[in-house]
């Protein structure tokens, strides 16, 4: 599947930190709680996940963060966060209370862990993989 297939409005995608061990947990935590596969997968590392930082026109200096591309646009740091937990539904819906805590407070939270992350859970020389039952959720 690649990027021009997917429509973000039926299929939101994440783009994150491909060699992030932390984001590939976060990927994999993900994935069998979002049993309907709405989302989709993208690592910013990928020619794809470069591709549609470019048409979302996302703001790529010093990008540390994920991205979510959905129907609303593109969304950063806690705001790709709390949008992903509300695409799940459910349970996780309910982190969009956390926008009642001020943006800045979020993303300083949001920043000192991503400063810290391969410190805290390594990092990988290379892209996940997906497994063949998934592979179709990544785009390539």
Same mark, same amino acid.
Request: net charge negative.
């Given at each position: 599947m690649d990027?021009?297939?997917v429509?973000?409005?039926?299929?939101?995608?994440?783009l994150?930190?491909?060699?992030c061990?932390?984001c590939?947990?976060?990927?994999?935590?993900?994935?069998?709680?979002?049993?309907?596969? &709405?989302? #989709?997968? +993208?690592?910013?590392?990928?020619? @794809?996940?470069?591709?549609l930082?470019?048409?979302?026109? *996302? /703001?790529?200096d010093?990008?540390?963060?994920?991205?979510?591309?959905d129907?609303?646009?593109?969304?950063?740091?806690?705001?790709? &966060?709390? #949008?992903? +937990?509300?695409?799940?539904?459910? @349970?996780?819906?309910l982190?969009?209370?956390?926008?009642? *805590? /001020?943006?800045?407070?979020?993303d300083?939270?949001?920043d000192?862990?991503?400063?810290?992350?391969?410190?805290?859970?390594?990092?990988?020389?290379?892209?996940?993989?997906?497994s063949?039952? @998934?592979?179709?959720?990544f785009?390539?």
């Amino acid at each position: 599947m690649d990027e021009t297939t997917v429509d973000v409005t039926e299929h939101p995608v994440l783009l994150f930190d491909g060699v992030c061990n932390l984001c590939n947990g976060v990927v994999q935590f993900l994935i069998p709680r979002d049993p309907a596969s &709405v989302l #989709r997968f +993208a690592s910013l590392q990928s020619e @794809v996940g470069q591709r549609l930082l470019d048409a979302y026109d *996302v /703001p790529v200096d010093d990008l540390e963060t994920v991205v979510l591309l959905d129907a609303e646009g593109y969304h950063l740091k806690s705001d790709a &966060v709390i #949008r992903v +937990a509300e695409h799940l539904g459910g @349970v996780y819906a309910l982190a969009r209370a956390f926008r009642l *805590v /001020p943006r800045s407070v979020r993303d300083w939270l949001y920043d000192v862990v991503a400063e810290h992350r391969y410190r805290m859970f390594g990092r990988r020389d290379q892209c996940m993989v997906p497994s063949p039952d @998934v592979e179709e959720r990544f785009l390539e």
